[in-house]
């Protein structure tokens, strides 16, 4: 069974997907590389998912460490509440790494 970074088991069988499609198609040239999520590489969900990210970069008040996961978190929420796109950040995506 897949286990995240702190060796919890993932259960959601759609991130589990995406892992695996993720690493057979995005670590083919670099095995080392940060996964995201696959969603980002549609032609029609990408862009949405870059503006939404810009503006959580803005409404964030989080500065230094953690600022990432908040960022994140607003994201995950603006798209699935004002898009229907469920989205997983890196922290999700990359279960071999730990995010400040």
């Known amino acids: 069974m897949e286990t995240d970074a702190y060796g919890y088991p993932i259960r959601d069988p759609e991130l589990l997907r995406r ?6 198609s995005q670590r ?3 095995p080392q590389a940060e996964l ?3 969603i980002e590489d549609n032609q029609r969900i990408g862009p949405i998912i870059r503006e939404v990210e810009r503006r959580a970069e803005k409404e964030s008040m989080v500065l230094g460490m953690g600022r990432c996961h908040d960022v994140w978190a607003r994201m995950e929420q603006i798209l699935k509440n004002e898009h229907g796109i469920t989205w997983y950040p890196p922290s999700r995506m990359n279960t071999d790494l730990i995010y400040d």
């Open 28 to 30: 083919i040239r670099n």
């Open 19 to 24: 892992i695996e499609k993720a690493n057979s």
């Open 36 to 38: 995201h999520d696959p």
